[in-house]
């Protein structure tokens, strides 16, 4: 089955942030886990810590940023995406968790500008 063009946008903004994340020094787990809650699109370990990952690609930040295109109902989806993997996971039982952001903007020229905003969001 082809790709539609959002779909491909979307697994190369997805194979940015992979790339940039692992020259970070973080270490790949999962990539789009799914479940019926929804998608996580990188699961990784950075050192001890379990990090579940957005990655959100804007074209022309004119109006918003990338990063700050989460808001609660997605941060919510996210986290219960999140519970339902770790409840079949034993092993990250007691792991340290984080959510972050991996926000890829891409200007008129065509640049792309890569940040990741480390904890960018928490289970209330």
């Given at each position: ?11 190369r ?25 929804g ?76 940040e ?9």
């Amino acid at each position: 089955m082809a790709l539609s063009a959002n779909q491909s946008i979307g697994a190369r903004a997805e194979q940015l942030a992979l790339n940039y994340l692992l020259r970070q020094g973080l270490r790949l787990l999962e990539k789009n886990s799914r479940c019926r809650f929804g998608e996580i699109d990188l699961i990784m370990l950075d050192g001890r810590c379990l990090v579940f990952v957005e990655v959100r690609y804007r074209k022309r930040n004119r109006f918003t940023s990338a990063g700050t295109s989460i808001g609660p109902a997605k941060q919510r989806k996210i986290i219960r995406t999140a519970s339902f993997f770790l409840r079949g996971q034993p092993r990250y039982a007691d792991a340290t968790i984080r959510f972050d952001v991996v926000a890829i903007d891409r200007s008129a020229s065509d640049q792309f500008t890569i940040e990741w905003l480390r904890d960018a969001f928490r289970p209330r």
